[in-house]
T-cell receptor, first 114, second 115 residues
Framework: ETGVTQTPRHLVMGMTNKKSLKCEQH?????MYWYKQSAKKPLELMFV???????ENNSVPSRFSPECPNSSHLFLHLHTLQPEDSALYLC?????????????FGDGTRLSIL | AQKVTQAQTEISVVEKEDVTLDCVYE???????LFWYKQPPSGELVFLIR??????QNEISGRYSWNFQKSTSSFNFTITASQVVDSAVYFC????????????FGSGTRLLVRP
């Protein structure tokens, strides 16, 4: 398996549910990212991890909780979400987090909040 | 403030036409990086090209070419002899070179290539 893999591809959940999004990269990269892509809005950076350490939290509500157990895996734990959280959530990785190297993206998880 | 503007929201062309996607950026950094990404309907963003601020050489890769002009803060992307498979949303992006190193994306241009 190569590249960046995200699961699940689609997720429908109620506002009181708890679920997790998973991302795995097979590129040997050291930095991983979560982005949110809503309709009619630019891609929004949510979190950045470098060597498992969080280097950026872009004012994301606490109902989104990231976890990075190692440089290859990234999770986004979801709880008590709101309808406006429905979006495409994209995971990405890059060789380092200093912006020089291109980021490689997964296919995303399409999240719908009922 | 750093900003990327893609003024063309949507472009529709007929197959084999040439098409140029515009990207204008704002930054106070003297060193910065610019990127183009393609997002097909499947969702993933595919990296196309990276340019650093000191390299103004234009680049050609097959049917794709990029024109980087610092004087006008533009980094335009041209597809020659477009094909239906080129239909996608294209994003231009700029790296903020402060401590955050955030990638600032434009709003994207949706390209529809009709047969």
């Amino acid at each position: 398996e190569t590249g960046v893999t995200q699961t699940p591809r689609h997720l429908v959940m109620g506002m009181t549910n708890k679920k997790s999004l998973k991302c795995e990269q097979h590129l040997g990269h050291n930095a991983m990212y979560w982005y949110k892509q809503s309709a009619k809005k630019p891609l929004e950076l949510m979190f950045v991890y470098n060597f498992k350490e969080q280097t950026e939290n872009n004012s994301v509500p606490s109902r989104f909780s990231p976890e990075c157990p190692n440089s290859s895996h990234l999770f986004l734990h979801l709880h008590t979400l709101q309808p406006e959280d429905s979006a495409l959530y994209l995971c990405a990785s890059s060789q380092d987090y200093r912006g020089r190297e291109p980021q490689h993206f997964g296919d995303g998880t399409r999240l719908s909040i009922l | 403030a750093q900003k990327v503007t893609q003024a063309q929201t949507e472009i529709s062309v007929v197959e084999k036409e040439d098409v140029t996607l515009d990207c204008v950026y704002e930054t106070r950094d003297t060193t910065y990086y610019l990127f183009w990404y393609k997002q097909p309907p499947s969702g993933e963003l595919v990296f196309l090209i990276r340019r650093n601020s000191f390299d103004e050489q234009n680049e050609i890769s097959g049917r794709y070419s990029w024109n980087f002009q610092k004087s006008t803060s533009s980094f335009n992307f041209t597809i020659t002899a477009s094909q239906v498979v080129d239909s996608a949303v294209y994003f231009c992006a700029l790296t903020r070179m402060d401590s955050s190193y955030k990638l600032i994306f434009g709003s994207g241009t949706r390209l529809l290539v009709r047969p």
